[in-house]
């Protein structure tokens, strides 16, 4: 068989193109090698999704849209896909038990933050430690914090977590920021914000959630603690575009750039989502490029 629209990552941009596919009667199959999602699933709650004004679990909004997708007729395969290639007017990607084909492919990996790799990092996420302050900044209305990082995003951050924070600590591996002037003179200025220079992150400690940042100079190897509610992670995301890069455009951090209407450059071949070079990494704004890519995917195969 070969499938109208394949769908590589089963994360928000992947779901909604899955649903505008197959809703448009195309012949549509997801893949993903984890479980549908993606980073919205494990986000305990999403408050800044349109139409939620309560809020609605990050699990449960993503397994709505993945139970859209079926009903319209979407299949999902568990698997995790090594390589693509074009032959003549169709693709055929390659897993590691088996092989589909598809007139046309959507990328949706997405990107992974940056982790800082320590001790009680993995345990606490969801439960103190976040890599989206948009996200879940307003859970820590009054509380102290911790933001590690030092470029534009982690200063930027900082600057918007002062709208719901008590106190911020920005912990930095060196003795300046490495964020444009103008962030770090609104950042110096901010009353709420202290930095901890020279230092990294040695441990996060907690009973059921966080409790403590253990900080490390790194000039001197003294230890230090940071007693706060949550820490915030800003060095950087690694989008996941390697089995792409011989195949697709990529910049300099390894985003796939796409024009306004998704398309890589590579005809019937589209990329959504976060592994996108784009200004704003949201769910919304996933959900948007899956949608748009699904679209022009259709217009491709009426087009051939």
């Avoid at 598809?102 to 001790?119: C, N, S, Y």
Wanted: charged share 25%.
């Amino acid at each position: 068989m070969i499938y109208d629209v394949a769908i590589i990552g089963a994360g928000p941009a992947g779901l909604s193109a899955g649903v505008y596919a197959s809703r448009a009667k195309l012949s549509t199959v997801i893949i993903e090698k984890m479980f549908p999602g993606g980073q919205a699933a494990i986000t305990d709650k999403i408050e800044n999704y349109p139409g939620f004004a309560e809020g609605i679990g990050g699990e449960e909004l993503t397994d709505n849209i993945k139970y859209q997708a079926e009903k319209f007729g979407a299949d999902f395969i568990n698997g995790d896909v090594d390589k693509i290639e074009k032959l003549d007017n169709k693709f055929i990607i390659h897993m590691q038990e088996e092989k589909l084909e598809a007139k046309t492919v959507i990328l949706a990996m997405g990107a992974e933050p940056r982790q800082i790799g320590v001790k009680g990092e993995t345990e606490f996420v969801g439960r103190g430690v976040s890599y989206c302050a948009t996200c879940d900044g307003a859970f820590y209305t009054d509380k102290p914090i911790v933001m590690v990082g030092g470029g534009d995003t982690a200063i930027e951050e900082a600057m918007y977590l002062t709208r719901f924070a008590s106190s911020i600590h920005v912990i930095h591996r060196r003795d300046e920021l490495r964020a444009t002037k103008i962030l770090q003179e609104r950042a110096l200025k901010n009353d709420k914000i202290k930095f901890i220079w020279d230092s990294v992150v040695e441990q996060i400690k907690g009973e059921d959630a966080v409790e403590e940042v253990v900080v490390k100079n790194v000039k001197t190897g003294e230890l230090s603690s940071v007693f706060v509610d949550g820490i915030f992670v800003a060095i950087g995301y690694t989008p996941k575009t390697d089995f792409v890069k011989n195949l697709v455009k990529l910049d300099n951090q390894g985003y796939i750039i796409t024009d306004d209407h998704m398309k890589t450059g590579i005809p019937g071949l589209f990329a959504a989502g976060d592994l996108r070079q784009k200004s704003l990494r949201q769910v919304v704004t996933a959900v948007s490029d899956g949608a748009i890519a699904a679209v022009e995917a259709g217009r491709y195969i009426e087009e051939q």
